[in-house]
């Protein structure tokens, strides 16, 4: 580095480079835009920044420069840029410095591995008590209901069938009106336990 030029400029292209990485190396004009503003009080040595960057910079770069190659584009800066060698020699040596601290970058510390909490286990074995809970009562109604109900409306089929072939109508009208009690009376039942399922499912998941 030459006392000409400021050092201060090193890290602020690293940190550009490190924000929008290699894309930027490839798009002149939002290099020269992002340099222009972190580096608003160093107008020269962008400039010299830039003219290393249109003499293939990004490319030696991204192909991991060696010493040989940094001296022919020290040289090649020099030539085709019309600049001093102490200031080619900065801006290539810059270019190169910042590259390797960006592509360094700040220590990315690895996401903590999820683990199974207590809490969470907890919450698990509730849902499956539940299901248990649910599933049991489902099948205790099934067997305990089925061939009453089932018995129930075939003798209301049969004795409504019977009153309407003996001519009594009326009976089997009462018949009739009976049996949809009865259904409605079954459907309320069954309303109810859904309830006492959600309140047993609450209790178990609070």
């Not at 601290?101 to 207590?118: N, V």
């Not at 649910?134 to 205790?140: A, E, I, S």
């Amino acid at each position: 580095m030459v006392t000409s030029m400021n050092d201060q400029v090193c890290p602020k292209l690293a940190e550009i480079l490190r924000e929008h990485g290699t894309p930027l190396l490839h798009d002149a004009h939002q290099l020269e835009e992002r340099l222009n503003v972190q580096c608003a009080d160093f107008r020269d040595e962008v400039t010299a920044l830039m003219n290393a960057f249109h003499e293939g910079i990004p490319a030696a770069l991204l192909a991991g420069a060696d010493a040989s190659t940094v001296s022919r584009l020290k040289a090649r800066v020099q030539a085709n840029q019309d600049m001093q060698a102490d200031v080619a020699s900065w801006a290539v040596d810059t270019w190169v410095e910042s590259w390797k601290a960006a592509s360094r970058g700040p220590r990315q510390t690895p996401p903590p591995e999820e683990k199974l909490e207590s809490k969470d286990l907890l919450h698990f074995v509730r849902i499956i008590a539940l299901f248990a809970v649910v599933g049991f009562l489902c099948l205790y109604v099934v067997i305990q209901l089925f061939p009453p109900v089932l018995g129930f409306y075939m003798d209301a089929k049969v004795a409504i069938l019977r009153e309407f072939a003996s001519g009594n109508y009326g009976y089997a009208l009462g018949r009739i009106a009976g049996t949809l009690v009865v259904t409605g009376l079954f459907l309320l039942l069954l309303g109810l336990a859904a309830k006492l399922l959600g309140i047993v499912k609450k209790a178990i998941l609070k």
